[in-house]
């Protein structure tokens, strides 16, 4: 099926390129952080992680929301969605490359990665999150490509696939929580150490990785003749409308449990993030930018008659994916190293470079994603005509 | 056509196990020893623990005195000193590298400080470093186990293992790690020749000076602190930190997370 | 099978190519094995650790057991078959007597293509002073 990819029109191997030189320019800023070291980037000695395991943090949530696509049809026939469930699968395939890139970008020493492969360390989450991450990865590669070179047969997918097909599901619920896992069973960092986290990870996931899936169907229908179906669209749009629900009702609960409780030492997180603390506040404007766009996302979201309207769906899955993003990315790995353990405030914001890596990062997902979905469209295409 | 292909297939599997084996076989044999087999040992003014632990007497420090026990931590180990001349202040602050460094009550014990408080307490420089606790979760927490606890007590990192990934800085609750955010050879003022450096891209901290303990000498730090710090094995209750603990009341850091730190203070 | 010409002659370039270094080394002068220079200490010393020929072959490995030895178990001390103790510490026992490294040590990596990362951390001057 690979030679659909290769035949392509002009416009199809202009992204291309263009992708291609955003990889050379992301790669090129990786050599330097070679030779430099990560002190290229904005990461201090307090805040030790920052953007790149951000986009981990938020890409194994939109890979996990492919999941959503797959559930309905899979385990309650919701033959609808039989249309899509590839497009979700290979989303989350290009979703799980960008996260483990990242984490290897992220690295001090890449070159010693397998070291978590010959010290198998069960005690540490990072351990399990490879195995999950990669796990994933592979069922959704193989359960995807043979679901839909099935379909270009005009025959059933091979029944070896379908306890895959069920397996991939607790896989997805799995990568989300062990990725929340890393962050919620941390003893000295206040603002992780909440049993919601997991709970906030799984429905930011579930408004996120469906929105952009959104957003791609309605650029596919555009670019291409295979038409992913008003229907699948509007479903997706219901659930992302119930997950954004629950993600800021999770988040109104933390703000409730700390403000409430009046506990300084839960309030100053938050405080940092929204009002920032001893003068320091960079994040101030972004997180209630994030806050605006995915209340603004809502309103448009839970009337019927915005919601039904396609172009302004698209506007409000942008918000929402924008919105998410701030917050799921920026905000909460900065807040939980500010204050740090000593209540010192040292702020972060990401380098120029270290945007350029990510930026490179995220086109070498977006080439397989491109490659992925014009093979299905080819297919789809082919299968329709 | 398919009988001579499975064929193949056979012969190709039973050749390919064939070469396999002479090399398997060869690892597994004996090396051939000639008298004794070569070993390894401690040597013999090695000292040893079950739970090495350190006591701070804070009222017995001053500024003069912490500086002098800083520097003769930092200088043995090639900690590099990444100064503002050099790199600017906000990249000095960032880049930084410390293993034992002076801070104030309320820093290094957050949850304590009173509205009212003692003068001295709250003038006192307090050293904090890093707790090798009982129960480290950053140990829990490295991928790898470069980091991990010995025998002894202390929470030791392997530079040769360790891959970067920070996430043992994430999971200790009293910020004792740094990073090598850039190579740290250019920032070491005068390199201690019989101590490595590190690399640029790994994870280090205070080792409880493992070097100097395995030829019977006691941690820099205790040894500049001219008394003030007390160290020993707080397993042995005939030690002498335990009869200090014995005597004085003392106080650790995050004591509810229950990670059992193994540095006391005095106050 | 119009392209047969094409295809055979393209066969024959590849491995051409692919042979390269060992026709190339057959016809051109070889690079001459590297000369190892032992500083009057190694040569008093008569052997190293091990002897000559393990060393040679297996030093690598010896010293991947010492590092994890070290850091890890936290003995320091290797007793040779012959029962002669050393310090396992590459900057202060390899190199006390190979003081020279980049006489003795470089040549042969450099020969091989080899960069050893020891270097970064452990320091390859341990005689000289800053």
Redesign the interface.
């Known amino acids: 099926m690979l030679e659909y990819a290769i035949k392509g029109d002009k416009k199809y191997y202009g992204w291309i390129a263009f992708l291609l030189g955003l990889i050379g320019v992301g790669f090129g800023f990786y050599l330097w952080q070679l030779k430099f070291g990560l002190g290229i980037t904005g990461l201090s000695r307090d805040v030790s992680w920052g953007f790149y395991i951000a986009q981990l943090t938020y890409m194994v949530g939109v890979a996990a929301g492919g999941v959503m696509v797959v559930i309905p049809y899979y385990l309650h026939d919701y033959k609808a969605f039989g249309r899509i469930t590839v497009l979700g699968e290979f989303l989350a395939i290009a979703s799980l490359i960008v996260c483990m890139l990242s984490v290897v970008v992220d690295l001090g020493q890449p070159m010693r990665v397998l070291n978590v492969i010959l010290h198998p360390s069960p005690r540490s989450m990072l351990f399990y999150d490879m195995i999950v991450l990669n796990g994933y990865l592979l069922l959704n590669l193989v359960v995807g490509w043979n679901v839909l070179q099935a379909e270009r047969n005009g025959t059933h997918y091979p029944m070896w696939v379908t306890p895959l097909i069920y397996l991939s599901i607790p896989f997805a619920i799995s990568i989300h929580t062990v990725t929340a896992f890393l962050y919620c069973g941390l003893p000295g960092r206040g603002f992780w150490l909440t049993a919601i986290l997991a709970p906030r990870f799984l429905a930011s996931a579930f408004a996120a990785g469906p929105a952009l899936l959104i957003l791609l169907s309605l650029i596919i229908r555009r670019v291409s003749n295979f038409d992913p179906g008003r229907e699948q669209i509007q479903t997706l749009a219901k659930i992302i409308t119930y997950a954004l629900i629950a993600n800021l009702f999770f988040f109104g609960c933390e703000i409730f449990v700390a403000f409430y409780s009046g506990i300084p030492e839960h309030m100053d997180h938050i405080k940092y993030l929204f009002v920032g603390i001893h003068g320091h506040g960079v994040l101030v404007p972004w997180m209630w930018s994030s806050m605006a766009l995915m209340v603004l996302a809502l309103i448009l979201l839970i009337p019927p008659i915005t919601r039904q309207n396609e172009g302004v769906l698209a506007v409000a899955c942008i918000m929402l994916f924008i919105g998410a993003w701030i917050d799921k990315g920026l905000g909460l790995i900065s807040a939980g190293f500010v204050p740090n353990p000593l209540h010192e405030v040292n702020e972060y914001f990401p380098t120029f470079p270290e945007v350029m890596i990510t930026i490179g990062v995220y086109a070498i997902g977006a080439l397989v994603l491109t490659i992925l979905y014009k093979i299905t469209i080819g297919v789809k295409e082919e299968v329709r005509a | 056509m398919e009988d001579s292909r499975r064929r193949f297939l056979k012969i190709a599997g039973i050749a390919a196990l064939g070469m396999g084996a002479a090399p398997v076989i060869d690892a597994v044999a004996a090396s051939g ?11 013999a003014d ?1 000292l040893s623990a079950k739970q090495w632990g350190i006591v701070i007497d804070t009222t017995k420090l001053d500024h003069e005195k912490v500086e002098h026990i800083i520097e003769a931590c930092h200088s043995i180990h090639n900690v590099p000193d990444i100064s503002a001349e050099k790199v600017g202040e906000k ?1 000095a ?6 293993w034992i460094w002076e ?1 104030h009550f ?3 014990f ?2 304590l400080p009173s509205k009212y408080m003692s003068e001295a307490v709250e003038e006192s420089p307090f050293l ?1 470093l890093c707790n090798h606790c009982e129960d480290p ?1 950053c ?8 980091t ?1 606890k ?3 007590g202390i929470v ?1 990192m ?10 043992c ?7 004792s790690r ?6 740290p050879r250019p920032f070491i003022k ?2 201690n ?2 101590f ?8 280090e901290k205070c080792n409880f000076c ?1 070097e100097r303990l ?1 030829v019977g000498q006691p941690p820099a730090c205790v040894e500049a602190s001219e008394g003030a710090m007390i160290f020993g094995d707080l397993e042995d209750p005939h030690s002498d930190i335990r009869e200090v603990l014995r005597e004085h009341y003392t106080i650790r850091r ?1 004591v509810a ?3 059992g730190p193994a540095v006391y203070y005095i106050i | 099978m119009n392209d047969k010409g094409k295809i055979i002659a393209g066969i024959i370039i590849f491995f051409v190519v692919a042979a390269f270094p060992f026709w190339f080394n057959m016809f051109m002068e070889k690079a001459p094995a590297p000369e190892l220079v032992l500083t009057p200490k190694a040569q008093a010393a008569k052997v190293c650790v091990r002897d000559t020929e393990f060393m040679t072959a297996n030093h690598m490995q010896l010293l991947d057991e010492w590092r994890d030895t070290v850091v890890r178990k936290a003995e320091r001390i290797y007793v040779n078959a012959e029962g002669k103790e050393f310090n396992m510490s590459l900057s202060n026992t390899c190199l006390d007597c190979h003081s020279n490294k980049a006489e003795f040590c470089d040549r042969c990596h450099q020969y091989a293509s080899i960069e050893p990362y020891c270097w970064d951390c452990h320091i390859d001057n341990p005689k000289e002073t800053k």
């Open positions: 020893g000639h008298g004794a087999e070569p070993h390894m040992r401690k040597g090695a990249v602050k960032r880049h930084e590298v410390k801070t309320h820093n290094a957050p949850n904090v979760p140990v829990q927490a490295c991928p790898t186990q470069a991990f010995r025998p002894d030791l392997d530079f040769h293992r360790c891959i970067g990934c920070r996430f800085m994430a999971a200790c609750p009293y910020g740094s990073f090598n955010l850039r190579d005068e390199t020749l019989a490595p450096t590190r690399t640029k891209g790994v994870v493992a395995a995050k997370l229950g990670t």
